[in-house]
């Protein structure tokens, strides 16, 4: 390891932790994004791709509207940084996004770039993140001036978006543990309601239960809410 990932390495040793244990997975992704603006240096505006099902890819998570203006214009033209980053490269950095201009629009990205200099923004790196098999989306770094990121940059970057795609991993996790939980407390307060009006023991409380669930076509979580709240479905 460098000396610069060997210090980013220990500065970002507990991000992981705090990004993950936020209390869902939308504000994993919202940490996620504030925190590169303090990891990699240069970073103005930053935001999330995700990549769900058909590759469509959106942005959850962004610190400003900068970033989700030029997030937005990337899915609209199918072009763009964070396109490559999921798609093709694991790692895309520019110089200067004029430069596309300067080609007279035969550049890799010249409508978008096009956009990003009106907003202001001339420098870019996106960060493929994923976990092994499984691409997760892109990390995207947006600077206003042009050659914002050298190699130093672009090695925290990619160092930074690992740690981002265990945080994220770790709270989609946390998150379904989380809803089990309450899951099994409803339930478990829905079977006190039934033991005592009609004198049951726990295991019959809980027949009644399943029994009514499929009879009726309801989820047994939500039939348990419905107990609990004190309608009249049992």
């Known amino acids: 390891m460098t000396t610069v990932?060997?210090?980013?390495?220990?500065?970002?040793g507990g991000t992981v932790r705090s990004m993950a244990l936020q209390e869902s997975y939308e504000l994993t992704l919202q940490s996620v994004a504030?925190?590169?603006?303090?990891v990699v240096p240069g970073c103005e505006h930053a935001s999330v791709s995700l990549?769900?099902?058909?590759?469509?890819?959106r942005t959850p998570a962004a610190t400003d509207g900068v970033a989700l203006?030029?997030?937005a214009r990337q899915y609209q033209l199918d072009e763009g940084p964070c396109l490559d980053a999921v798609r093709n490269e694991p790692v895309v950095v520019t110089g200067d996004l004029g430069d596309d201009e300067a080609e007279g629009g035969r550049g890799?990205?010249?409508q978008w770039s096009r956009s990003a200099r009106e907003a202001g923004v001339r420098s870019v790196l996106s960060v493929r993140v994923g976990i092994p098999g499984t691409v997760l989306g892109s990390l995207n770094l947006y600077a206003d001036p042009p050659r914002a990121y050298d190699r130093d940059a672009v090695a925290l970057a990619r160092l930074f978006a690992d740690h981002a795609a265990t945080a994220m991993a770790l709270s989609n996790e946390l998150v379904g543990l989380r809803s089990a939980l309450a899951t099994r407390h409803t339930i478990g307060l829905?079977?006190?309601?039934?033991m005592q009006r009609y004198?049951?023991?726990v295991d019959a409380a809980f027949a009644v239960l399943q029994r009514h669930s499929q009879d009726t076509n309801t989820k047994l979580r939500d039939l348990a809410t419905a107990v609990v709240e004190g309608r009249d479905v049992i």
């Open 108 to 110: 890799r990205w010249s």
């Open 69 to 71: 203006l030029l997030d």
């Open 51 to 57: 990549r769900h099902a058909n590759d469509r890819i």
């Open 199 to 201: 004198s049951l023991d």
């Open 34 to 38: 504030r925190t590169a603006l303090t």
């Open 5 to 12: 990932d060997v210090a980013a390495a220990r500065r970002l």
């Open 190 to 194: 829905a079977q006190g309601v039934l």
